[in-house]
Every structure is written in C-alpha cells, then in structure tokens.
C-alpha cells in the first residue's frame, strides 16, 4: 500500500460539464500517473508527473488536462465532459527505493451521461 | 512504441489445478521491466510479479511463477494450485526505468470449484 487516495470514487455528471479527480499520496512519491480503463483496452496513461508542475502527455491526453501544485496531489481535469470519456480512472505512484514498481489508488468510476 | 499483447481474453482453471496465462511485448530496449497485475472485482490493482530483464532467472512469488523469454519477448505467468481467489482480470505490464508502464489488454480467469 503506497498511501494513495482518489476522489471522489464515483461520479455521475452531464456532457459538457467540468470534472476534476483528484490524487492524494502520503510517501512523498516524485512519479504520479493517471490511466484510464476500458473494457477491451487495458489501462492507457493519460497524463503523468516527475516533479511538481512538471507534466507530460501520455497515450490518450486528448480532453484531459492535469496539474501538480504540490508533491502530494495530482489532479486531472475534464474540461467539457463528453460520453466517452466514461470510464475508471486509476492514479499511481512510483514506489520509494524501488523506483520502476507502480502501485495503484483504488479507481473512480466516471459516468457521463 | 511499446506494445505488451495478451492473447487469450478468457481463461478458466479448476480449482487445484495449474494454469498459464501468456503475454509476449515488443520492444528495442535491452534493459526493462514486466510486470504481472491482478485485479479482482473490487477494482484494485494488484501487483502480482515483476522481473528485470536483465535477470535470467525466473521470478517466482509463492504459487505464482513467470516463464521469462528475453529472446522471444516472451512472459507467461503460471499460477499453480490455483484457488477460488485467484479468479481475476490478469494483466501484463512493461516498462523501462524512464517510461510509464504500457499495458496489455487483460486476460479474465475464471476459477472452477
């Protein structure tokens, strides 16, 4: 358990309006990752951070924004809702002293309706 | 880029009994890591097994071993005396030191009282 938390865990929202989800680690972790899961695609990264406000795309950013203020937390950001965008999105941390092992919060579940 | 490939989209296994879920990446690094997630139905994402390329031998972690086949960019996990626990999505993961993990698609194993 690397001291991770998402929330909220689950949300209902309309198309066209704004959601963010948020990250929160307790182990001072410099690695955060969001990814999101679907049915038939495994778990694709979206966004992730090396540093605080230091960001990157990852395969599917298309929509997504995010931002790191604080070593802590790491937000992502729907800016206009849209359909496909229903999915879980998991957040993950790199593992102090063992730097390639990811460990993963436990999803929240996104509905656009 | 990267691409981690499972091929059987559903397994099943009677309970006590062996059984080998495949995974083969395509990659041009020489030093990486992979990785073996469990997720059960309450969505968390559970590392199962790692190995480094870099080592020869086989990782192995209780009843969960991984046929490591650097040559053929080959990596089965085996699950021996397989219980009612262990009924899970499966997925293969890869990853080098410096790049998020890529996933494959997953393999569901039911397992059989």
């Known amino acids: 358990d690397a001291g991770i938390t998402q929330s909220p865990r689950h949300k209902v929202t309309e198309t066209g309006t704004p959601v963010t989800l948020r990250c929160h680690q307790t182990?001072?972790?410099?690695?955060m990752y969001w990814y999101r899961q679907d049915p038939g695609h495994g778990l694709r990264l979206i966004h992730y951070s090396y540093g605080v406000k230091d960001t990157d795309k990852g395969e599917v950013s298309d929509g997504y924004s995010v931002s790191r203020s604080k070593t802590e937390d790491f937000l992502l950001t729907l800016e206009s809702a849209t359909s496909s965008q229903t999915s879980v999105y998991f957040c993950?941390?790199?593992?102090?002293?063992?730097?390639?092992?990811?460990?993963f919060g436990p999803g929240t579940r996104l509905t656009v309706t | 880029a990267q691409t981690v490939t499972q091929s059987q989209p559903e397994m099943s296994v009677q309970e006590a009994e062996t059984v080998t879920l495949s995974c083969t990446y395509d990659t041009s690094e020489s030093d990486y890591y992979l990785f073996w997630y469990k997720q059960p139905p309450s969505r968390q994402m559970i590392l199962v097994i790692r190995?480094?390329?870099?080592?020869?031998q086989n990782a192995t972690e209780n009843r969960f071993s991984v046929n490591f086949q650097k040559a053929a960019k080959s990596f089965s996990l085996k699950i021996s005396d397989s219980q009612l626990g262990d009924a899970a999505m499966y997925f293969c993961?890869?990853?080098?030191?410096?790049?998020?993990?890529?996933f494959g698609k997953g393999t569901r194993l039911s397992v059989i009282a």
């Open positions: 190995q480094e390329a870099y080592k020869q």
């Open positions: 993961a890869y990853r080098t030191l410096n790049t998020p993990l890529v």
């Open positions: 182990e001072n972790h410099r690695y």
């Open positions: 993950a941390t790199n593992v102090a002293g063992i730097s390639y092992e990811q460990y």
